[in-house]
Nanobody
Framework: HVQLVESGGGSVQAGGSLRLSCAAS????????MGWFRQTPGKEREAVAS????????EYADSVKGRFTISRDNNINTVYLQMNSLKPEDTAMYYC?????????????????WGQGTQVTVS
């Protein structure tokens, strides 16, 4: 069982940047594709970005393309989401997830393990 812990959320003004981190409990996350999802109260969970096991292939939601960058460092079992040019509509709880697919995917059903989330507020 993989445990995921997100950090790096906070409050920022529109146009600002934040970097989220997701630390995994052990090295086995290198077997999984990793993704970031977000959710606001009353709305469905939205896929944001995904990265494959090797860290060379990524996918992004159209709403964040060109502004967000996902990356991973398998040596320290950590995944990142660099968020630039933040907009108020990016406000949400952001969740890290690990999936069984080796390929990057934005399909939530492919993910098995989920973190507790970190709040991002853009004003």
């Amino acid at each position: 069982h993989v445990q995921l812990v997100e950090s790096g959320g906070g409050s920022v003004q529109a146009g600002g940047s934040l970097r989220l981190s997701c630390a995994a409990s052990d090295y086995t996350i290198r077997r999984y594709c990793m993704g970031w999802f977000r959710q606001t109260p009353g709305k469905e969970r939205e896929a944001v970005a995904s990265i494959n096991t090797a860290g060379v292939s990524t996918e992004y939601a159209d709403s964040v393309k060109g502004r967000f960058t996902i990356s991973r460092d398998n040596n320290i079992n950590t995944v990142y989401l660099q968020m630039n040019s933040l907009k108020p509509e990016d406000t949400a709880m952001y969740y890290c997830a690990a999936g069984g697919s080796w390929a990057a995917t934005l399909a939530a059903h492919e993910y098995t393990y989920w973190g507790q989330g970190t709040q991002v507020t853009v004003s």
